[in-house]
């Protein structure tokens, strides 16, 4: 399916909504609103406090510590950091955050640095270009969800949300090279976006397989909807055989 009308004006008012000025923002985390993050968010880098998947993804990873509690784990296509920062800050052995914008990188910088988190380090790299020998537990990838490309004007911040289709590729091929024995891949999508970049529709061709979805409806932020979180693992001898 190709890059609908609807879904440019939806990308539209997302970049829309991205037009304002650096500062600190908040993810309320849990129901009775008594635990929330913090962080500071630059003007050009990914809202977010704003995007739906990265609130739902920030609450997901709150509420399933023991996924990363203990573990080596990558926030890949970090952003301001959000995600990497919560696992750092409850539970993580160690995290690694990238981003192939600079500019999110210094962001992330910022709050690791705010927070006095000892046990975080960031990188800047076009997927694992950058991490080369490192290996990890659980990688969590807030992928580019519509099959778009990037072009033009604001095109670090489009990157954020139009990854093509070569993207995702790119990523389940390389994927396994970085992620340890019975690692865990963690994804969220929103299909609004078309089953091009749902990770269902490309993890068995790369040797993955979904060990549990969780299904949400997405009620608060940009995005409304269907939208899913995906807990993927490599295929084993036992899979294969099946």
Do not use: W
Not at 179 to 197: K, R, S
């Amino acid at each position: 399916m190709p890059f609908t009308k609807v879904q440019q004006q939806y990308v539209k008012t997302q970049l829309r909504r991205h037009r304002r000025s650096s500062g600190t923002r908040r993810i309320v985390l849990d129901g009775g609103k008594r635990q929330a993050i913090s962080f500071y968010i630059e003007s050009g880098v990914f809202g977010s406090d704003i995007m739906s998947p990265a609130i739902y993804l920030a609450r997901f990873l709150f509420e399933n510590i023991s996924l990363f509690r203990g573990k080596e784990v990558l926030d890949l296509g970090c952003g301001p950091g959000t995600h990497g920062l919560l696992m750092a800050k409850y539970g993580a052995k160690t995290v690694v955050l990238s981003d192939i914008s600079r500019k999110a990188v210094n962001n992330a910088k910022i709050n690791i640095k705010n927070h006095k988190v000892k046990n975080a380090e960031v990188f800047c790299g076009d997927l694992f270009a950058s991490l080369e020998g490192k290996k990890f537990d659980v990688i969590v990838f807030n992928h580019p969800f519509f099959s778009g490309e990037a072009k033009g004007k604001e095109k670090v911040l489009k990157r954020t949300m139009l990854g093509g289709t070569k993207l995702i590729r790119r990523f389940f091929e390389d994927a396994k090279k970085y992620l340890n024995d019975d690692g865990t891949i963690v994804m969220p999508y929103f299909h609004f976006a078309g089953p091009e970049n749902d990770p269902a529709s490309h993890a068995e061709k790369y040797g993955f397989r979904i060990s549990k979805l969780h299904k949400i409806e997405l009620k608060q932020g940009l995005q409304k909807g269907a939208f899913t979180i995906y807990e993927i693992k490599a295929l084993n001898q036992r899979d294969l055989q099946l």
